[in-house]
C-alpha cells in the first residue's frame, strides 16, 4: 500500500512498484491457484486434437477482439467482424476496422514472443497497431479515469520517465524467478498494467491482449486460445470494483481470486467450444465421406472449420481446388446442408451456421 493518502484527483505518481508488499500465497489464493492450472492444463492438451490448431485460434480471436473492444464501448455485430475478416479488401465500418486490428496487434504479439521477452517496446508496439497510431508512452499531463457519471475515480502516473521507470519495474517482476505463482503473477500484471496506464488510448485492450501472451510465455498454453473478456463483462462492476480496491485499500487477495475465477471459468467454457468444434468437424466429416466421397478431404473440412464465412478463394489459397472446382465443392457442401450461401453485394459467402452460433454463442 502506499505510504501517501491515495487521492483520485492527484497522479497516481507514488503507485506502490512490484512485487506488492502483501502475502499473495494465502491458502484461499493457493487452493484456487490449482484449480485454474488444472482446468487450463486441460486446455492446453485439449486444443492439441484440433487438427489445424490455426483454424481454431483465428476463430476465438475474433470474438475476443469484439468482446474485448466493446467493454471500451467500440462496437461491432458477429456476422459484420466475420464477414469482413473473410474479405480481401479493408472493412469500411470504423468500428469493424479497429476490432480487426486488435487480432493483427494479438497475433503481432504472439508471435514476438518468440524472438524477444515481453517488454515496453512490444506494450508499445501492441498499442500502436490497435489504434493505428504513434502513439508512444503518454507525455502530455491530465489523463484521467472517470466513471459513467463523469465522477474522476483515479488518475494515472504522469510523467514519461515516471511512467517508463514503473514499466521497467513491472518487466523485471514478470521475469524474475521468484517462485511465484504465474498465475497470481497474471492477476499482479494486469492490476498494475491498467494502474500505470502508459498510453493516452488503447490501454485496456492492450493489457488484455499482454494476459493472453504472458500465459503463452510461462508455457502454460501454446497456442492464444484463453480469453477473459467474455468473464469481464459479465462481472463488469466485480472487475471494476477489484481494481480499485487494490489502489484504494491494497486489498490484493480479492482481486487475484477473481482473475484466478475467470481464468478457471473461461477455460472451462473454452473447452466446451473446443469440445464442440471437435463435433461439428466429426458430423461433417462423416456426412460428406458418404455423401460426396468425390470431394472429401481432409483439408477440405479444415477449411470451412477456419472461418464461419468461407469463399471460394480459401480453397484455392490452402491448394483443395482452383476457382471453378472450389465453387463446385462449395456448392456440393451447400446441397448437404453444411454451409449456407448467401450473396451480399457482389461478394458471394458460404456460412458454417453451426460454427458461427458455437463461437458466437
Known amino acids: 500500500m502506499s505510504a501517501v493518502p491515495f487521492d483520485r484527483n492527484r497522479p497516481f505518481n507514488d503507485l506502490p512498484p512490484l512485487p506488492p508488499a502483501v502475502d499473495l500465497e494465502t491458502p484461499r489464493i493457493l487452493k484456487q491457484a490449482i484449480a485454474a492450472h488444472r482446468v487450463l492444463a486441460e486446455l492446453k492438451g485439449l486444443a492439441k486434437l484440433i487438427p489445424n490448431q490455426a483454424m481454431l485460434?483465428?476463430?476465438?480471436?475474433?470474438?475476443?477482439?469484439?468482446?474485448?473492444?466493446?467493454?471500451?464501448?467500440?462496437?461491432?455485430?458477429?456476422?459484420?467482424?466475420?464477414?469482413?475478416?473473410?474479405?480481401?479488401?479493408?472493412?469500411?465500418?470504423?468500428?469493424?476496422?479497429?476490432?480487426?486490428?486488435?487480432?493483427?496487434?494479438?497475433?503481432?504479439?504472439?508471435?514476438?514472443?518468440?524472438?524477444?521477452?515481453?517488454?515496453?517496446?512490444?506494450?508499445?508496439?501492441?498499442?500502436?497497431?490497435?489504434?493505428?497510431?504513434?502513439?508512444?508512452?503518454?507525455?502530455?499531463?491530465?489523463?484521467?479515469?472517470?466513471?459513467?457519471?463523469?465522477?474522476?475515480?483515479?488518475?494515472?502516473?504522469?510523467?514519461?520517465?515516471?511512467?517508463?521507470?514503473?514499466?521497467?519495474?513491472?518487466?523485471?517482476?514478470?521475469?524474475?524467478?521468484d517462485g511465484t505463482d504465474p498465475l497470481i503473477k497474471l492477476a499482479v500484471l494486469h492490476y498494475q498494467f491498467e494502474a500505470i496506464h502508459p498510453f493516452i488510448d488503447g490501454n485496456g485492450r492492450t493489457g488484455r491482449i499482454l494476459n493472453i501472451l504472458y500465459l503463452v510465455d510461462q508455457g502454460l498454453l501454446e497456442l492464444p486460445v484463453l480469453y477473459l473478456s467474455h468473464y469481464i463483462i459479465h462481472h463488469k462492476s466485480a472487475y471494476y470494483a477489484g481494481l480499485r480496491r487494490v489502489t484504494e485499500a491494497g486489498d490484493w487477495q480479492t482481486w487475484v481470486t477473481y482473475v484466478l475465477d475467470a481464468v478457471e471459468t473461461t477455460a472451462r467454457q473454452t473447452q466446451e467450444r473446443v469440445l464442440g468444434i471437435l463435433d461439428l468437424m466429426t458430423q461433417a466429416q462423416a456426412r460428406v465421406s458418404e455423401q460426396a466421397p468425390k470431394i472429401y478431404s481432409k483439408d477440405l473440412i479444415e477449411v470451412i472449420f477456419m472461418h464461419p464465412y468461407c469463399k471460394i478463394r480459401f480453397l484455392e489459397e490452402h491448394g483443395i481446388a482452383k476457382r471453378q472446382t472450389a465453387s463446385l465443392y462449395l456448392q456440393t457442401l451447400e446441397s448437404l446442408g453444411l454451409l449456407r450461401a448467401q450473396r451480399i453485394g457482389r461478394e458471394l459467402y458460404y456460412i458454417n451456421d453451426p460454427l458461427f452460433r458455437l463461437l458466437t454463442a
Do not use: C, M
Open 57 to 177: 485460434v483465428d476463430g476465438l480471436v475474433l470474438q475476443e477482439a469484439r468482446l474485448s473492444s466493446e467493454i471500451e464501448n467500440v462496437l461491432t455485430t458477429n456476422d459484420a467482424l466475420y464477414r469482413a475478416a473473410a474479405d480481401d479488401r479493408p472493412a469500411t465500418d470504423p468500428h469493424t476496422k479497429e476490432v480487426l486490428r486488435y487480432r493483427e496487434a494479438l497475433w503481432h504479439g504472439f508471435h514476438a514472443l518468440g524472438q524477444r521477452p515481453l517488454a515496453t517496446n512490444l506494450f508499445i508496439e501492441i498499442a500502436g497497431i490497435i489504434k493505428e497510431s504513434d502513439l508512444g508512452i503518454r507525455r502530455v499531463p491530465g489523463t484521467k479515469i472517470a466513471n459513467s457519471r463523469g465522477e474522476v475515480i483515479y488518475t494515472p502516473p504522469e510523467g514519461e520517465a515516471v511512467i517508463r521507470d514503473k514499466l521497467a519495474n513491472l518487466e523485471r517482476y514478470l521475469h524474475a524467478q
